[in-house]
């Protein structure tokens, strides 16, 4: 039976490769039709949309879609009020993507534990001066966010011997790692780690979280990784709070607008390190047994997994 | 009996803390003389040299000496014709240290995968080009060195998930890790590596081994990361490997000549990142297990552990 699924899948993204998906897909489908672009011959016969973004048509002309499947773990990059209402939609999680995750911020951490940003500014000064290592476990780092990616990211630092710290929204429980809830618990917990990191999903309630009132919590000369997204970051008061010497240095994969334009203050900035949301990425070849999952339930006319809650829109 | 030892220890090191060592040294020890600097009332009582380098004016005023102890790992930071004959030398194998090591290893390996050195590139001109990131598997180390540090970073990378090769002088086995010996065994290894990974001991027949021949048999684009001794890289040599492309960037913790003066051009190149000798060092609270066993086994006139073999010189 799941052999003579015909599914029509419509893909569209700006950083995934449509032939990479198309490749993987037929390792799961003897026979589909993979549409890429504008010119469609029967948009009309489309099942599925497998989108990182809207395209600037939106999707209101496959009037039969059955499922939307995102190609990140986040759903924010679509804008909610374009979709068609009653189809569901699901985000991608995914093995691969969560792990180039977790390596991620092993490299953003370890950087700053080691000190390699003040070596890599001291090199560019023609400074060579003594700073001694210290142990994993003297650095606290902080995550903000628990889901499925936040919850690996904790585990795999605490793995590491660094003091890990989490908050989340609602009280959760991890293996060695300290979890903070509420409004109190986010103020203990930043004021003690010498490290935040974000990878909170964005919605209303974290749109701008990472503000000048959090700032002044944060224990002096922490640094901050932002893997969350642009919107959770107001970005002129990371420029005040690094100008005051409150937060040493930060390492943003997320900007407000991206690509981050020319002009913008965080360009070559002492101690800001852009990255061009580079943290995750599915591979295709491992992400396509969740996605094919999806086609055969979105067929079936079943649930999808890690379908979004439309009541509460983002939050996760 | 070991609480009534009194030994008489001289320390001297420029980046090793006396006081941290004199308060480690008294967890293990109720009485002893712990003298630093020039002014020694009686230098025929001091029975163990701490040292990372040769005081100016030698140990040869230590006419009693008994053991001649490394704060570091290796001991060519001590010129070897300076030393007194017949005073046995050990050096220094410790978890903290080896732990430090491994610690680095993992920073400028995951800044590398990672391609961190290239997003602070883009940072600093403006630049938002995404690079999709690569899982740790399709990144192939080769550790140059498979003694006590080597061992631990091969195996603590290949636990990361990155394929794993070894070289080292004799035949070592180590799981999951890909081991090699020899000139054969060395080209090999160096040109299926993305990036490599020196921790060899200085010898006659390892300086000047990072040089114009065996950065010919690199794969194109590799990185290098030196955390052995300087003296093991042609520096000019490496210069001509960045400019032709043939390799990529360079972490370099030591130099041929430390601290690396202002004139010289490793400073500020844009494929070269230096750090100060921070790679390794031993937490005293830690080390000083090891030490303390030493300076027993040298009041006791024993054999020391982690002797140095003075017809093998250098040789690890």
């Given at each position: 039976m799941v052999g003579q699924l015909k599914p029509h899948i419509f893909f569209h993204s700006n950083i995934d490769s449509p032939d990479e998906w198309r490749a993987a897909l037929a390792t799961e489908f003897e026979d589909f039709t993979f549409s890429v672009g504008r010119e469609i011959a029967s948009p009309e016969s489309v099942d599925v949309a497998l989108i990182w973004t809207l395209p600037d048509d939106g999707l209101e002309r496959f009037v039969n879609l059955r499922a939307i499947l995102s190609l990140g773990a986040g759903i924010d990059q679509l804008d909610l009020g374009r979709l068609p209402k009653h189809v569901p939609i699901a985000r991608l999680v995914d093995a691969s993507l969560t792990r180039t995750m977790v390596e991620y911020a092993k490299t953003a951490v370890y950087r700053y534990h080691r000190r390699f940003h003040v070596?890599?500014?001291?090199?560019?000064?023609?400074?060579?001066?003594?700073?001694?290592?210290?142990?994993?476990?003297?650095?606290?780092?902080?995550?903000?966010?628990?889901?499925?990616?936040?919850?690996?990211?904790?585990?795999?630092?605490?793995?590491?011997?660094?003091?890990?710290?989490?908050?989340?929204?609602?009280?959760?429980?991890?293996?060695?790692?300290?979890?903070?809830?509420?409004?109190?618990?986010?103020?203990?917990?930043?004021?003690?780690?010498?490290?935040?990191?974000?990878?909170?999903?964005?919605?209303?309630?974290?749109?701008?979280?990472?503000?000048?009132?959090?700032?002044?919590?944060?224990?002096?000369?922490?640094?901050?990784?932002?893997?969350?997204?642009?919107?959770?970051?107001?970005?002129?008061?990371?420029?005040?709070?690094?100008?005051?010497?409150?937060?040493?240095?930060?390492?943003?994969?997320?900007?407000?607008?991206?690509?981050?334009?020319?002009?913008?203050?965080?360009?070559?900035?002492?101690?800001?390190?852009?990255?061009?949301?580079?943290?995750?990425?599915?591979?295709?070849?491992?992400?396509?047994?969740?996605?094919?999952?999806?086609i055969r339930r979105a067929m079936a006319g079943e649930c999808l997994l890690h379908q979004v809650d439309s009541d509460r829109a983002h939050r996760v």
């Amino acid at each position: 039976m799941v052999g003579q699924l015909k599914p029509h899948i419509f893909f569209h993204s700006n950083i995934d490769s449509p032939d990479e998906w198309r490749a993987a897909l037929a390792t799961e489908f003897e026979d589909f039709t993979f549409s890429v672009g504008r010119e469609i011959a029967s948009p009309e016969s489309v099942d599925v949309a497998l989108i990182w973004t809207l395209p600037d048509d939106g999707l209101e002309r496959f009037v039969n879609l059955r499922a939307i499947l995102s190609l990140g773990a986040g759903i924010d990059q679509l804008d909610l009020g374009r979709l068609p209402k009653h189809v569901p939609i699901a985000r991608l999680v995914d093995a691969s993507l969560t792990r180039t995750m977790v390596e991620y911020a092993k490299t953003a951490v370890y950087r700053y534990h080691r000190r390699f940003h003040v070596f890599e500014r001291q090199s560019r000064n023609c400074q060579w001066t003594f700073i001694p290592p210290t142990v994993s476990a003297a650095t606290s780092i902080g995550v903000l966010g628990l889901g499925e990616i936040g919850r690996e990211i904790a585990l795999a630092l605490q793995h590491e011997g660094f003091a890990v710290h989490g908050w989340s929204r609602t009280p959760k429980k991890l293996e060695g790692v300290t979890t903070h809830t509420g409004r109190d618990g986010l103020t203990r917990m930043v004021g003690s780690s010498n490290i935040v990191l974000n990878v909170l999903p964005l919605t209303e309630e974290t749109r701008h979280m990472l503000c000048r009132d959090l700032f002044a919590q944060f224990k002096d000369g922490a640094c901050l990784i932002n893997m969350g997204r642009g919107a959770h970051l107001v970005e002129s008061d990371l420029l005040d709070a690094i100008a005051s010497g409150k937060i040493d240095a930060a390492t943003l994969d997320v900007a407000a607008v991206e690509p981050l334009p020319r002009s913008h203050p965080f360009w070559n900035h002492p101690g800001i390190l852009i990255t061009p949301h580079v943290a995750g990425t599915s591979v295709p070849m491992a992400a396509v047994v969740t996605i094919a999952a999806n086609i055969r339930r979105a067929m079936a006319g079943e649930c999808l997994l890690h379908q979004v809650d439309s009541d509460r829109a983002h939050r996760v």
